[in-house]
């Protein structure tokens, strides 16, 4: 990181301590401790429901926040993950030094860090998240030589608020609207500032389609999308933007959702996440023509495991009323170039010649030769805000790997290209494989792959249980089709899984 990267970082513990937030130790946590005069540590980790939970320290002194810092602290695992039995479930929680970052909501002067868990004999805690997706990453760059796995995820949600009746946007035309017709622009904004200061790397922000009204109530439908990043950055970012958007919601006094559904005939909530492979700081998606043999690679593996890829992204029963066609989310499986219909989307790049759009656009500037490889990434569009996010990532990681391993995964790849809008052509549609349409389904293709997942340790065994369990618990395997097109009952269900991940 430069020193103008540092100067420039909008998280002002990388700007006091000049240093980039990888390489933050405990000396630098004190030292933060001591300048801005922290009164509170919250320990903060993910559970099964995806959602952070929080261990709160008032700090002593020194000595102490040392202490809490070295040693961390036990917590019972069998309430935050409950495939672990009550009788053997003391975990460890150690924070991660360079997740710290300044809590924006509290009145005094708080620093939050990530943990990450460990068994009684001090080892990771095989089944635990982020250490899952710690495994995947490891397991990848030594299957591909030291390539890297990077991704970027766009967090869609809504915010349900009393209607108001001046300036309403029209009904599901809400994309890229500004105020006074996006309501929550402003809220938008402050989260993002909110996200940046705690490390979140953030491209941009819009308002998104979505836009209805409900009786008394104005539902509004935006966006924040981050810039790819290593694969447990990411994760993190993901997670403390999630908490931090609810958190300023709830000052707002309205309602932030991430679910995948919210009514009927109208945009649900995606979580596309954006991939990109690299070696040394060059993107192995870009090859002389057009996409590498190391993109169809990739695509081939989440291709193949597509399915039970949603054990991991598609997490209740609201997830499969959002797979549906004609509303801009994924119901078979195939990839195309800037297609929206398609599972898998590689978004417009900006090839050879680009740079000449600047000077076409600003006649004073000159024409400049720059290379936009770095900007090229492949997007799966079917996971939600129901995902836990570091299981996710972790899953996606390993089909990414399992594409390397594949027997003619280049081919593999091709025959899955469409180039059509799938669902205005049957016969394309009728060639192609479909996603599972409930949680049970998706329990069965988890089944069905699990060997992928468990190789090499990456997915524990009892995690995968746990999580097939959980998923046909929910006795969805026919309820889309009961109840898909009935509102109120859709409505009700909603409700039940409003704030899920």
Known sequence: MTHEQIQFNPNPLVTFLEKPKSEFTKKDILKVIEEFQIEMINFRYLADDGRLKTLNFVIQSLEHADEVLTSGERVDGSSLFPYLEAGNSDLYVIPRFRTAFLDPFTKVPTLDLLCSFYTKD??????????????????????????????????????????????????????????????????????????????????????????????????????????????EDAADQLVIAKWMMRELAYEYGVTVTFAPKITVGKAGSGMHVHTRVSLDGKNMYVGENGL?????????????????????????????????????????????????????????????????????????????????????????????????????????TVAARHGFEMENAVQYAKDRYVSVNIFEHEDVLAKLDVLPDSCAASADLLERDRAVYEQDGIFAPALIDGIIKELRAFDDRTLRAEIGKDSEKTLDLVERFLHCG
Not at 152 to 168: I, T
Not at 331 to 352: E, F, H, Q
Request: aromatic share 10%.
């Open 122 to 231: 001090g080892e990771p805690f095989a089944m635990a998240p982020e250490y899952t997706l710690q495994k995947a990453g490891r397991a990848f760059r030594e299957a591909t030589g030291g390539m890297e796995f990077e991704v970027m995820g766009e967090l869609e949600y809504y915010v349900v608020a009393p209607k108001e009746e001046n300036y309403l946007p029209a009904d599901q035309r809400g994309y890229h609207e500004s105020k006074p017709f996006c309501k929550f622009g402003a809220f938008r904004t402050e989260a993002m500032r909110m996200i940046a200061a705690a490390g979140g790397e953030i491209k941009y922000g819009h308002s998104e389609v979505g836009n209805f009204t409900h009786g008394d109530l104005m539902y509004e439908q935006n966006e924040i999308e981050f810039l790819p990043t290593r694969l």
């Open 292 to 396: 590498s043999d190391v993109a169809m690679k990739t695509m081939a593996g989440i291709l193949s495991l597509a399915g039970s890829l949603t054990a991991f992204g598609n997490t209740n029963p609201t997830s499969y009323f959002r797979l549906v066609p004609h509303q801009e989310a994924p119901t078979n499986i195939c990839w195309g170039d800037r297609n929206r219909s398609a599972m898998v989307r590689v978004p417009l790049g900006w090839n050879k010649g680009c740079g000449n759009m600047m000077a076409h656009c600003n006649p004073l500037e000159e024409n400049e030769e720059v290379d936009f490889s770095r900007k090229q990434t492949i997007e799966l569009r079917t996971p939600d805000g129901s995902a836990n996010i570091y299981l996710l990532l972790a899953g996606m």
